[in-house]
């Protein structure tokens, strides 16, 4: 059988080639064609992918936050629900080039995705081994946060990539800037830039001026950490990075630069930084906003589980203002009533401010802040530090029985004495009751301070067997989509044995099931009502704001004997 085959000559223009060259050749072009294949193909399947979402997401207020108490019943709404759309025209030229100077410099000449800036990051990448560097374009961030991209990988990058794409193939680089501008998170509740520019300066986001621009921007990359609320200083350093990063671009000059630094910048006061309804609504959206910080959880939607009891915070607000009124109605009672107040009388009215804990966990069952939320917004259940008076008693108890000493009820000064000031001190902060104190004979006589949070938290304390709980507000948080992203996991900490709790909860009077404690302090300025139930402790005060006599001490005695009686029942 012949096996004569033709003799195939070199083509010429490779003939001058050594055959070393001419395999490797062969095999480069091979491989790049193979490569160029499964681009195009991976491209394909990205592209796909890419193309199951919904770009109309892009430009759409994402969905507000419901509020639920522990039953599930609505308590209102939270987060994105308060948040305004702005347009291109409403934002300042000096905020848009602070943005592009701190986020993306060449974001009028990519198509979405930075080809140099991606280069650059993908060889830090490699030499340190991770995702140390994103090279995101605001076009990226603005498709990451719509969608909610979160996850470092190659697979979500590529993803991204492609929704960019479509995102710049879809919107104008204004719409662009404004939707991303209208989806980020500032801080302090502030979803976009119109409640960010309301909430931290009090003005529309066509009003601000460009020391404004330039610390809205600055405190972006961390919103939690940079708020101006909670450091300013911190937001200062965030402002002069982002003026340096417009100088660096050329964007302006170092007179300019100094001119901006040179605007002072007057933030809204604290009394005026919250648009809730309620003194447990302010508290609950301060909790979830800490939450959403630390957690990154920045997408709206989201339906929040609390631990209150609103059947029991409706009643104990009616039971309160009920007893109120009943001391203002009294024939020698010399001061404004909360009614007279309304009507334009200036002197202060009395107020009031309570706490329900669950004894076991420290949920906050129920928080009233102050009689009147409209009117004063300041949160007495934390911040009003009174004396306690014989409301105190309890924790002279607890530190004698803890040091193994005698408790002899209706004696807190011979059995404070037993241990001393300095002792009684010590085991009444590991109970929550942080003061000031007395350091003298006095304290036995209740020379000591509280808040009504701390109040409730020493007294569960108590009934806790002598663990303290940490109290909160917040029980779980879930996504639209019915994804778990937080739940809250109960703390204690041990405070004093539970012997010796149980012997200071013993001093406590019994009645209708529960056990009461009314205190006065001496001078009849402040009134306490401690109760410490089978479930919840419940720390209850009334006085003035700018502290000044209430009435007799029997009188008030039997204001807060008729308020326990309703809450025992």
């Keep these: 059988m012949s096996t004569w085959r033709p003799i195939r000559r070199t083509p010429a223009w490779l003939a001058w080639m050594p055959g070393w060259l001419r395999v490797t050749m062969k095999w480069t072009i091979g491989i790049g064609l193979v490569g160029g294949v499964a681009g195009f193909l991976l491209i394909l399947v990205y592209f796909s992918k890419a193309a199951q979402f919904d770009l109309a997401e892009v430009a759409r207020l994402p969905a507000h936050t419901a509020i639920y108490d522990r039953n599930g019943k609505e308590m209102g709404g939270g987060g994105p629900n308060n948040r305004r759309l702005v347009k291109r025209e409403d934002i300042p030229d000096f905020l848009v080039l602070a943005l592009r100077a701190r986020e993306d410099a060449r974001f009028f000449e990519h198509s979405g995705v930075d080809v140099r800036g991606l280069a650059r990051a993908t060889v830090r990448n490699v030499k340190d081994r991770d995702f140390t560097q994103g090279a995101s374009t605001l076009s990226m961030q603005l498709a990451r946060n719509t969608f909610e991209i979160r996850e470092k990988s190659i697979n979500r990058k590529l993803l991204e990539i492609a929704l960019t794409l479509r995102v710049e193939s879809r919107y104008s680089k204004d719409e662009i800037l404004a939707n991303y501008l209208n989806r980020i998170y500032f801080g302090a509740g502030c979803h976009g830039i119109e409640q960010a520019a309301r909430t931290y300066f ?90 959403l910080d630390d957690a990154d959880i920045r997408d709206g939607g989201l339906t929040v589980r609390t631990t209150l009891d609103a059947n029991w915070q409706l009643r104990l607000e009616s039971d309160l203002s009920d007893s109120l009124r009943k001391i203002e109605q009294r024939k020698d009672w010399q001061y404004p009533t ?145 994804k778990v992203l937080y739940t809250a996991k109960p703390v204690t900490t041990p405070a004093i044995g539970k012997q010796a709790a149980k012997e200071a909860a013993a001093l406590l009077d019994k009645e209708s099931g529960t056990r009461v404690h009314g205190g006065a302090t001496g001078s009849g300025r402040d009134a306490w009502l401690a109760r410490l139930g089978p479930k919840g402790s419940t720390a209850i005060w009334v006085g003035f704001d700018d502290p000044q006599r209430i009435t007799t001490t029997k009188q008030l005695g039997n204001v807060l004997d008729d308020l326990a009686q309703k809450l025992g029942n």
């Design 338 to 482: 909360h009614e007279q107040h309304e009507a334009g009388t200036k002197p202060q009215y009395l107020q009031c401010a309570a706490v329900t804990l669950e004894t076991k966990t420290g949920a906050i069952l129920a928080l009233i802040g102050g009689r009147d939320y409209l009117d004063s917004r300041y949160d007495r259940s934390n911040g009003a530090r009174r004396d306690l008076g014989s409301a105190f008693s309890p924790w002279i108890a607890a530190a004698a029985a803890e040091r193994g000493r005698l408790v002899l009820p209706g004696k807190p000064v011979q059995t404070g004495r037993q241990i001393g000031p300095k002792e009684t001190i010590r085991i009444a902060k590991r109970c929550g009751i942080t003061g000031p104190f007395v350091e003298t004979e006095d304290l036995f006589r209740g020379s000591a301070a509280a808040t009504p949070m701390e109040l409730a938290t020493g007294l569960a304390t108590l009934g806790n067997g002598g663990q303290r709980p940490k109290p909160f507000l917040i029980q779980s948080i879930t996504a639209a989509d019915g």
């Design 202 to 291: 009090g003005k529309q986001t066509s009003q601000l001026n460009e020391a404004e621009c330039a610390m809205l921007v600055g405190i972006i990359r961390g919103p939690h950490i940079f708020s101006p609320f909670r450091n300013l200083d911190a937001a200062r350093e965030q402002q002069s990075q982002t003026l340096a990063r417009m100088k660096a671009e050329e964007f302006i000059d170092e007179a300019e630069v100094a001119r901006v630094k040179a605007i002072p910048i007057k933030l809204v006061p604290s009394e005026q930084r919250t648009s809730e309804r309620s003194y447990a609504l302010e508290a609950i959206q301060k909790e979830l906003q800490s939450i």
